[in-house]
T-cell receptor
Framework: TQLLEQSPQFLSIQEGENLTVYCNSSSVFSSLQWYRQEPGEGPVLLVTVVTGGEVKKLKRLTFQFGDARKDSSLHITAAQPGDTGLYLC??????????????FGQGTILTVHP | GAGVSQSPRYKVAKRGQDVALRCDPISGHVSLFWYQQALGQGPEFLTYFQNEAQLDKSGLPSDRFFAERPEGSVSTLKIQRTQQEDSAVYLCASNMGVLQSPLHFGNGTRLTVT
């Protein structure tokens, strides 16, 4: 069974602070995706990282895939109240062919206070 | 509509009742996935269709769970003789079924078994 350990589970910070969320596994993934989920809605894809060591930036969000493709991180710079939500990492099994069968972490609930 | 549509949004069932949850994927998406999300957890894979073929049902928790997609578009997830532990949000997602095709989630059906 492939597991993704996500940390921290809860994060409560002030507007303007920086934060990092981690996603770790002992398994190798062909790709790692990060999602954001609002209450009552489905997860929305933020980014997909595919290559070991890859770094992607999306405005104030920076995503990194570990060299061995077993871990990933999400860094948010100068967090804003609008960043509040549940952040999920999800991995696609190496060698898989369904292109959508994902193993999700348990999520990080981020609250940014004004 | 442009997105994945799920109905009903909320379902309350008495223990032992059968329920049917519907998913209408994005038009043209060949792959369809069902996930189960317990409160405070990340989604867990249940089953996967490519067109009308159910290619992976390894995540279905018991033989009380059954999914179908007879014409390769709309899918139904049926749960027979519901139990309290079946209470969760059931998410449907679809994509083009090719490498790195983004997964689009619906807003889910929240099932509560009393």
């Amino acid at each position: 069974t492939q597991l993704l350990e996500q940390s921290p589970q809860f994060l409560s910070i002030q507007e303007g602070e920086n934060l990092t969320v981690y996603c770790n596994s002992s398994s190798v993934f062909s790709s790692l995706q990060w999602y954001r989920q609002e209450p009552g809605e489905g997860p929305v894809l933020l980014v997909t990282v595919v290559t070991g060591g890859e770094v992607k930036k999306l405005k104030r969000l920076t995503f990194q895939f570990g060299d061995a493709r077993k871990d990933s991180s999400l860094h948010i710079t100068a967090a804003q109240p609008g960043d509040t939500g549940l952040y999920l990492c999800a991995g696609a099994k190496a060698g898989g062919t369904s292109y959508g069968k994902l193993t999700f972490g348990q999520g990080t609930i981020l609250t940014v206070h004004p | 509509g442009a997105g994945v549509s799920q109905s009903p949004r909320y379902k309350v069932a008495k223990r032992g009742q059968d329920v049917a949850l519907r998913c209408d994927p994005i038009s043209g998406h060949v792959s369809l996935f069902w996930y189960q999300q317990a409160l405070g957890q990340g989604p867990e894979f249940l089953t996967y269709f490519q067109n009308e073929a159910q290619l992976d049902k390894s995540g279905l928790p018991s033989d009380r769970f059954f999914a179908e997609r007879p014409e390769g578009s709309v899918s139904t997830l049926k749960i027979q003789r519901t139990q309290q532990e079946d209470s969760a949000v059931y998410l449907c997602a679809s994509n083009m079924g090719v490498l790195q095709s983004p997964l689009h989630f619906g807003n889910g059906t929240r099932l509560t078994v009393t």
